[in-house]
């Protein structure tokens, strides 16, 4: 029983990644019915590990559940991109900016110390721990912020966009170029400079919204050159 119920999960992960990176190279479209039945024939199993496959895409934020609709692939567009980043660099650049003068000495040593990790995971490949090293960076920061609520929200924030953190997960040199400016905002920290910081963290994040743009006007090219290849 044990090991039936383990093979059940490494089947449904292994439908979870390969539906994963066929939405996020934009092999399977934006608003695309997801259906239980068709996913279980072409992977050759029953339908219990597709639809834990498909769970799994909707806590990343990949896969949307409409009531009498099943599951369709999630929306992604340019404006909700540039309103959901302007929120958040506006309360991420004021959250930086309050807690650079809570800051103690340890945790600007575990804040150093979680950039020398994001470094060797960039540069290893190591994409799991660089999604885990970049809320701990973040959340350390943020940590050190006195407001309550402004804290509370972000946090909220953060759990809802997912699937923003999924698709730069596959851009190539992203990750390299984020960790830079987590650097540069480290680098701001440690001089005391909240305005600095802030401005540094809401550059950030705008990089961020940059770079999903930039991934959705040449999604139709990658998708052919995959078509192709």
Partial sequence: MVDDKGATTRISKVI???LRREIILGVLAPGVRLVLR???ERYRTSMFPVREALRMLEQ?????SIPHQGARVAELSVREIQDNFLIRSALEGVATEEATPHLTKKTLAALEESVRQQWIAARNGSHDLLV???RHFHGLIFQACPSQPMRELIDRLWQE????????GYEEGRELAAV???AQILERLRAGDPHGAGTAARLHRWATAEALIDYLNRRAEIR???EES
Avoid: C, P, S
């Fill in 60 to 64: 990343d934020g990949l896969v949307v």
């Fill in 16 to 18: 979870y990644e390969k």
């Fill in 38 to 40: 068709e996913i279980a």
């Fill in 161 to 168: 966009q997912t699937k923003f953190r999924a698709v730069l």
């Fill in 224 to 226: 052919t050159e995959i």
């Fill in 180 to 182: 830079d400016q987590h």
């Fill in 132 to 134: 885990e090293q970049n």
